[in-house]
């Protein structure tokens, strides 16, 4: 069974940034194309960014986040990456990282708050 376990969230100012981690067991992660999803308090999760399988892989955003996000793997320590630059309000939420199309579990999730 899958196990993802995101990490690196936190509180920072307009224009800040953060990078999220996502630990993933349970699965061959080389093999499987990955992204990031969001959800912000009364909204339904989003999809943020997804990155497709093998070595390095191509990465595809959404458009409220591209060219601000950028997001990486590595196959070998079963990782995923998610850098967060020029962060804005809107982009407080849950973060959450799962396949894409995604499994049915997912994990805890890491809060990211930005503010004004």
């Known amino acids: 069974q899958v196990q993802l376990v995101e990490s690196g969230g936190g509180l920072v100012q307009t224009g800040g940034s953060l990078r999220l981690s996502c630990a993933v067991s349970?699965?061959?992660?080389?093999?499987?194309?990955m992204g990031w999803y969001r959800q912000a308090p009364g909204k339904q999760r989003e999809f943020v960014a997804g990155?497709?399988?093998?070595?390095?892989?191509?990465?595809h955003y959404a458009d409220s986040v591209q060219g601000r996000f950028t997001i990486s793997r590595d196959n070998a320590k079963n990782m995923m990456y998610l850098q967060m630059n020029s962060l804005k309000p809107e982009d407080t939420a849950g973060y959450y990282c799962?396949?894409?199309?995604?499994?049915?579990?997912w994990g805890q999730g890491t809060q990211v708050t930005v503010s004004s």
């Open positions: 349970g699965i061959v992660f080389s093999i499987k194309a």
């Open positions: 799962n396949a894409v199309p995604e499994y049915d579990s």
């Open positions: 990155i497709t399988s093998g070595r390095g892989g191509s990465g």
